[in-house]
């Protein structure tokens, strides 16, 4: 969540850059906020160290200034645009495959009907039929999720081994 505000956040501010930038190429010639008109000079100092302009000089000196934050906000915002792609891509990636088990991803194609993945040398199978249809006695559901095929069929009692079907109590 940090990188998605992150990246929007520096969007934002390299935009905020470049229309400073625009800003400082059309104001011209200023010195402290002030217009500057020629014959005019100004002093700049710096750790200690002075610099004076004329007109001319400082007008270029913005423009040059101008065009650097115009540069710089562009990488910035066009950086922080990938970023924010990058975010959003893979927010929606982790979103899709925390998705419920048996639909199909968005957009993907659809499952063949009645058909079920198989392993590589196995026989395909054909789904159960739905619920409430008819289905033979005494049969295992073969190939539906969740059941396995019996490893014995089922138990039928024998005849004289304690148990008559005719017996009545």
Same mark, same amino acid.
């Given at each position: ?5 992150? $990246? ?22 200023? +010195?402290?906020?002030? $217009? ?5 000079? +100004? ?6 160290? $002075? ?9 270029? /000196? ?40 048996? =639909? ?15 392993? /590589? ?17 005494? /049969? ?6 969740? =059941? ?9 009692? /024998?005849?004289?081994?304690? =148990? $008559?079907?005719? =017996?009545?109590?």
């Amino acid at each position: 969540m940090k990188d998605l505000l992150y $990246s929007v956040l520096g969007v934002v501010f390299g935009a905020g850059i470049v229309f400073g930038g625009i800003a400082t190429l059309n104001s011209g010639a200023e +010195c402290g906020g002030k $217009s500057m008109s020629a014959g005019e000079t +100004c002093v700049t100092t710096n750790k200690g160290s $002075s610099v004076e302009r004329d007109a001319a000089e400082q007008e270029a /000196q913005n423009k040059r200034t101008g065009w650097m934050l115009i540069g710089g906000g562009a990488v910035m915002g066009i950086g922080s645009a990938f970023w924010l792609r990058s975010n959003l891509r893979s927010r929606r990636a982790r979103r899709a495959a925390t998705s419920p088990q048996g =639909y199909p991803p968005v957009g993907g194609p659809p499952p063949a009907p009645n058909r079920l993945p198989q392993a /590589q040398g196995q026989w395909q199978q054909a789904a159960p039929a739905p619920y409430g249809s008819p289905q033979a006695q005494g /049969q295992w559901p073969q190939g539906a999720p969740g =059941y396995g095929a019996p490893a014995h069929p089922p138990h039928q009692p /024998q005849p004289g081994a304690g =148990y $008559s079907p005719n =017996y009545r109590r």
